[in-house]
T-cell receptor, first 114, second 114 residues
């Protein structure tokens, strides 16, 4: 198994540009989520999905959009990039919900917005 | 709102020593607690998951304990090795359905001196 994969590894955007961060898992996990990691802030939940066709907002959803058309993929879209979205983005998945399930994380995407 | 604190923020010890990392959380109504390891520029790797009904979990040289009523967890690393150098993150789940995601501490940056 490849586990959780994320592309790209690194991206530079200009303010106002849009892009999609890709996340895929091959473990048939139902639960997938996106976090951002900022210095001094810890990881914070952006959006999550409990299964194909179902998504919901986390702690910091503004400026981001998600969809879950398949079990395997959970892309994160930046609608109009802002410097405040400069961060490291991690995708995670687990077999079930958070109760009792180990979370598996991808390697991250480093995003710089100029 | 759940808050997770990790002490110390950084720790440097000689190889071979036993050490303890601390994690505290403000809301004792958790489903589980996970300890993760993060290497520089990498994603998170789950080390141990403790269910709210459990007191401790062990994996090799690692032992994690949980005192839910007092809002504390410790990660004990026995016979430390240079390869243990990394940032260790503690995270709690307070919602089985995923609405709150995982709440992370800011981590303990550990250096094991050869």
């Amino acid at each position: 198994n490849a586990g959780v994969t994320q592309t790209p590894k690194f991206q530079v955007l200009k303010t106002g540009q849009s892009m999609t961060l890709q996340c895929a898992q091959d473990m048939n996990h139902e639960y997938m989520s996106w976090y951002r990691q900022d210095p001094g802030m810890g990881l914070r939940l952006i959006h999550y999905s409990v299964g194909a066709g179902i998504t919901d907002q986390g702690e910091v959803p503004n400026g981001y959009n998600v969809s879950r058309s398949t079990t395997e993929d959970f892309p994160l879209r930046l609608l109009s990039a802002a410097p405040s979205q400069t961060s490291v983005y991690f995708c995670a998945s687990s077999y079930g919900g958070l109760a009792g399930e180990t979370q598996y994380f991808g390697p991250g995407t480093r995003l710089l917005v100029l | 709102k759940q808050e997770v604190t990790q002490i110390p923020a950084a720790l440097s010890v000689p190889e071979g020593e036993n050490l303890v990392l601390n994690c505290s959380f403000t809301d004792s109504a958790i489903y589980n607690l996970q300890w993760f390891r993060q290497d520089p520029g990498k994603g998170l790797t789950s080390l141990l998951l403790i269910q709210s009904s459990q007191r401790e979990q062990t994996s090799g040289r690692l032992n994690a304990s949980l005192d839910k009523s007092s809002g504390r967890s410790t990660l004990y690393i026995a016979a430390s090795q240079p390869g243990d150098s990394a940032t260790y993150l503690c995270a709690v789940s307070t919602s089985g359905g995923g609405a709150d995601g995982l709440t992370f501490g800011k981590g303990t940056h550990l250096i094991i001196q050869p």
